[in-house]
């Protein structure tokens, strides 16, 4: 098995799940209780990445993380390193091939909050933070962590947008999706078969995690 | 069901519906190729030459890397003539019995060479290899030597020119050549050392410059293909091979920089 893949794989996957934490969060919560029309415009491109393929994104990626377009050309002026084939760039990747797959867990957790707990909780004099952390999000957590947790292993199991945009490099790029990839193509098959071995066991205790939440969600 | 729904249904069905009316006769043969990716716009032109001449032919084309290819011929993928980059993949073929054996022949010897985008401040002709060692060069992309032949060129020549340990760091790698190349072209990474193939096709000729890397600084890109065990009609893929190496097949191969097999 290849090590240094799998660290970097869990690097990929914890980086890209704190990151939609933060911006996700507000985000869905934002969509779950605004009765602004143009909503629906902002929930569809934030789901978009469902129905591309991830070469159309990587393709774009590509394009805009070279040091001619303005997104490269900032961000080298900015930190002196080129975005493409780096950390940073299948970081930025994989956080936009992600939004749906955390947002849209987050944003139904938070619909289905019962809306008068929260007003029952803003007439005792509660501040809009204060609700919003000791009574929605305790009641929307296990729709939370689901988004989470299938973030966490959708990043695991990405393939398409970091083969376009990564360039393959050892501890930078090359993730374990890369990696079974390169072991297939070189004929390695018995490395292969061990990491695929490995991601299958992963995956399916991900989804026995996943589908015991919505269980415990469903009995409340 | 609505009027809407019922539309959709029609539509659905008909391309099935117009098919079984259709009166165009069916082309009395098949070939299926799997091509290396060198040979993504060389073979474009070879396969429109080569309908023009066999009209009754049906010749589809699948570009991709010979690595990828030869595991999926292993499985017996669904293809009649292989075309590989490395007469090695083919000759195995031919061992594992899964290829014709008197059918393996060799179509060309490939060329490896820098390109940049047009834009680029590098001076090849100037500075030849030593181009790379630019500082305003961040990222040099070749194929992955691991499993692309048009990489392990590259990785040995870096290596015979004295370079290789100095660049290394910045080394992107392209699961393919044609890959390879469009990591250099979108401007993602600085040059490339790609395919000389891909370097003369009008494309990246428009918006590019290449620099030949010395043929002697890398083991020679022997070119080779089968004819599959299981190909649908074995006599349209000899036609075929027989155009490849033809002289109007060579002609073809020569204008995109791929020399003649020993």
Known sequence: MDWTAVLLTLRLALCTTAV?????????????????RGRVVVEAVTSLPIVLPPTVLGFYLLLAMGPQAPL????????????????????????LYNLPFAVQPFSAAFAAVDRRLVEASWCCGTSRLATFRRVIVPLAWPGIVAGAVLTFAHTVGEFGVVLMIGGNIPGVTRTLSIAIYDDVQALDYARA??????????????LGLVFALRRRAGRR | MSRGGAIAVALLLAPWTSAAGATAPAPAARVAVAAAADLQFAFDEIGTAFRAANPDVELTVTYGSSGTFFAQLSTRAPFDLYL???????????????????????YAIGQIALWVPAAS?????????????????????????????????????LRTLGVYERVRARLV??????????FVESGAADVGIVALSLALAPRLQATGRHWLVPRDSHPPLEQGGVILEWARDRHAAERLRAFLVGPEGRRLLDRFGFLPPP
């Open chain 2, 121 to 157: 401040p590098l001076d090849l002709e100037r500075d030849g290899i030593d181009a790379l060692l630019a500082p305003s060069v961040r990222t040099i992309a070749i194929a992955n030597p691991r499993h692309a032949p048009y990489g392990r060129a590259a990785e040995a020549a």
């Open chain 1, 72 to 95: 490269g050309r900032f961000y080298e002026a900015l930190v002196g390193e080129r975005l493409a084939f780096s950390f940073a760039g299948i970081l930025l990747g994989s956080v």
């Open chain 2, 173 to 182: 790698l392209g699961e393919n050549i044609a890959q390879t190349a469009q």
């Open chain 1, 20 to 36: 939609l934490l933060v911006v996700g969060l507000p985000l869905a919560y934002w969509l779950a209780t605004t009765r602004w």
């Open chain 2, 84 to 106: 590989s980059a490395d007469v090695d993949y083919p000759r195995r073929l031919v061992a594992a019995g899964l290829a014709v054996p008197d059918s393996l022949f060799r």
């Open chain 1, 193 to 206: 078969g061990d990491t695929a071995l490995a991601l299958v066991g992963f995956a399916a205790v991900v």
